[in-house]
């Protein structure tokens, strides 16, 4: 199991910017994939933007254009950048890290998350 923390999150007004950070604990080798998650109170957790080890990325319909995926191997770091925030972002934001192919949901180890609030 790899260790994620996050980083980054906080309180924004709409239409402001935050990026979030994930460092892992150790390397993530080819057949993982990594991503961006975020849960509601009240709401299941979704599916934010994913990407594997080769940087093909995928994104919910509801950030494509605002938010972008990136990851820096050398530093084992996963990040999302957020941009035109918008009221409906506010959620706990989770990095997660599972072997390509297998539902993230079940397989995933996760970070603690962070709290993105926007008003």
């Known amino acids: 199991h790899v260790q994620l923390v996050e980083s980054g999150g906080g309180s924004v007004q709409a239409g402001g910017s935050l990026r979030l950070s994930c460092t892992a604990s150790?390397?993530?080798?080819?057949?993982?994939?990594m991503g961006w998650f975020r849960q509601a109170p009240g709401k299941e957790r979704e599916g934010v933007a994913t990407?594997?080890?080769?940087?093909?990325?995928t994104y919910a319909d509801s950030v494509k254009g605002r938010f972008t995926i990136s990851q820096d191997n050398a530093k084992n770091t996963l990040y999302l950048q957020m941009n035109s925030l918008k009221p409906e972002d506010t959620a706990m934001y989770y990095c997660?890290?599972?072997?390509?192919?297998?539902?993230?949901?079940?397989?995933?180890?996760w970070g603690q998350g962070t709290q993105v609030t926007v008003s």
């Open positions: 150790t390397y993530t080798y080819s057949s993982y994939c």
């Open positions: 997660g890290s599972w072997r390509c192919g297998m539902n993230p949901y079940s397989d995933a180890d």
């Open positions: 990407i594997d080890s080769i940087g093909v990325t």
